[in-house]
């Protein structure tokens, strides 16, 4: 096995094989955009699952409890607290966690013996603490606010070190899309949203970069002398980086995944609700979404936000056999897609056999030039228009023959 993976990465790499992860962009696109309406959209109904950090209330952990039944402590909150309804959760295999709106130091004392005794348990195994507002707000705060600068600095870094600010625009659209997809899916599980899940989207955002500039430096690789070779697009050089890194890619995230989503297992499945459950299951979503984004996403963003820029345009066009900028029919080189050779072969497959004779037979079509002599001029060009047919517009091969009506 581990010497067919090498075949296949060797064969991504020198190009003999390749995944269309730029010609089909716009299918990742719609197919992106589709998950994300339809996990936003049940989240959105759903609503979030905020913990008490960013509400504010009340908390009681009732540990040694030898039944952790939930109604009985929901039956003594709601005798004491009517006008709220508690969020009570299991925490390992014999604590409970329970809380409420910000009681006083009367009332929480009396909940706290009243918990005790309907669990029978002593007092001092009920814990409490509790959360106000102002500090909950205030964290909140910090929280975007922490987020709004990393993004920035980011961005900026990206952008001096790629040299080229659209390639960090880029990068950056990836990212936005990995962490509405992570958080999209985290209220649709419904799992409460703690600091620890702070902690865990601050953690994909640098993973979900790393897998992201991986795949760019390698574009920048590719790219680093684009006009001096007339073989490959733009386009076609950021689909071949990608190619190449996708086994590094793929090896990077499983390493990554194995571990996270053993931990998030054991945290939702053994020892229940708590930092381990929080925390992994953002790191796993995001890495998830890295991974895709980086592969399937970012190098289509590359490729539209630079593709009509001129020199880029320029080459293309040298590349895909020219377009006469002087005939008002010709096509529009910024709409010249780099990324694939349909046009010529739908223009082959268009061209009547016969057709080309009759066009070379008159002339209106460049057969294989004569042997040139020593002395002529040679270039690139010039090779290149010897032996590519010049193209003919459809009105011109749709046009009647010599001799016919």
């Known amino acids: 096995m581990t010497t067919a993976l090498s075949s296949f990465g060797n064969s991504l790499h020198d190009g003999t094989r390749s995944f269309p992860f730029v010609r089909r962009r716009r299918t990742w696109y719609l197919l992106s955009a589709v998950v994300l309406l339809v996990l936003g959209t049940i989240g959105a109904l759903r609503g979030p699952a905020l913990g008490i950090e960013f509400t504010g209330g009340s908390e009681f952990q009732i540990a040694g409890v030898g039944d952790a039944d939930q109604a009985v402590a929901r039956d003594i909150v709601r005798e004491h607290v009517p006008t709220n309804e508690p969020k009570i959760s299991v925490l390992g295999q014999d604590t409970l966690r329970v809380q409420t709106e910000q009681l006083d130091p009367a009332e929480t004392s009396t909940l706290a013996q009243e918990l005790a005794e309907g669990y029978g348990v002593e007092t001092s195994n009920v814990s409490t603490s509790f959360v106000g507002p102002v500090w909950s707000s205030d964290i909140t705060q910090k929280m975007l606010r922490g987020v709004a600068v990393f ?42 949203i703690t600091p620890a899940t702070v902690i865990g989207f601050l953690t994909i955002l640098g993973y979900s970069l790393y897998d ?71 790191l796993f979503v995001g890495m998830l979404a890295g991974t895709y984004s980086s592969i399937l996403l970012a190098p289509g963003f590359l490729v539209d936000l630079r593709r009509r820029e001129p020199e880029i345009v320029a080459h293309t066009r040298r590349v895909r056999g020219g377009y006469d900028a002087e005939d008002p029919g010709a096509e ?43 002395d002529a001029p040679h270039s690139a060009t010039a090779d290149r228009t010897r032996y590519q047919p010049r193209r003919t517009s459809r009105r011109r091969r749709n046009a009647p023959r010599r001799g016919q009506p």
């Open 151 to 192: 993004l920035a600095l980011v961005a900026l870094t990206m952008a001096l070190y790629f040299r080229n600010l659209k390639t960090s625009i880029a990068a950056m659209l990836a990212l936005l899309h990995d962490m509405a997809l992570t958080i999209a899916v985290y209220l649709v599980v419904g799992f409460e």
């Open 212 to 282: 992201t500039i991986v795949v760019f430096d390698k574009v920048r690789e590719n790219t680093e002398d684009l006009t001096s070779q007339h073989r490959f697009t733009f386009a076609e050089q950021v689909e071949r980086a990608a190619n190449q890194t996708l086994v590094r890619s793929i090896n990077t995230s499983v390493v990554a995944l194995l571990p996270v989503g053993a931990i998030l297992a054991i945290g939702a499945f053994v020892l229940g609700a708590g930092t381990l459950k929080d925390i992994s299951l953002a």
């Open 332 to 374: 529009d080189p910024a709409d010249v897609e780099a990324d694939t050779g349909e046009r010529d072969v739908e223009q082959a497959a268009d061209r009547d056999p016969d057709d080309v004779d009759t066009e070379v037979a008159e002339g209106t079509d460049a057969a294989p030039t004569e042997d040139r002599s020593d």
